[in-house]
Nanobody, 126 residues
Framework: QVQLVESGGGFVQAGGSLRLSCAAS????????MGWFRQAPGKEREFVAA????????YYVDSVKGRFTISRDNAKNTVYLQMNSLNPEDTAVYYC???????????????????WGQGTQVTVSS
């Protein structure tokens, strides 16, 4: 069974930075793409970023391009989301997710992910 545990959320002022981590266990981490999603109060969960199994390909939602960076350390079974220049619109619960199968394709839709972490709260004050 795949387990994903996020950490690193918190409270930060606008313009600040946070780094989220997601520790994975239960299967060969390095074979799978990984993704980050977020859900703000009263809104649907949305795609934020995703990374290929090798780390060679990354994808971002337009609203975070140039501010967020997804990366991974396969030796540590961990994927990261570095978030800079945060603004109040980034306030949400952030979820790490893993697909059910491995391939070179990097999923970017909720329905393509089978495993989810419990989420970590990020709050950005103005």
């Amino acid at each position: 069974q795949v387990q994903l545990v996020e950490s690193g959320g918190g409270f930060v002022q606008a313009g600040g930075s946070l780094r989220l981590s997601c520790a994975a266990s239960g299967r060969t981490f390095s074979s799978y793409a990984m993704g980050w999603f977020r859900q703000a109060p009263g809104k649907e969960r949305e795609f934020v970023a995703a990374i290929s199994w090798s780390g060679g390909s990354t994808y971002y939602v337009d609203s975070v391009k140039g501010r967020f960076t997804i990366s991974r350390d396969n030796a540590k079974n961990t994927v990261y989301l570095q978030m800079n220049s945060l603004n109040p619109e980034d306030t949400a619960v952030y979820y790490c997710a893993a697909p059910g199968s491995y391939s070179d394709y990097v999923p970017r839709h909720i329905y393509e992910y089978n495993y989810w972490g419990q989420g970590t709260q990020v709050t950005v004050s103005s």
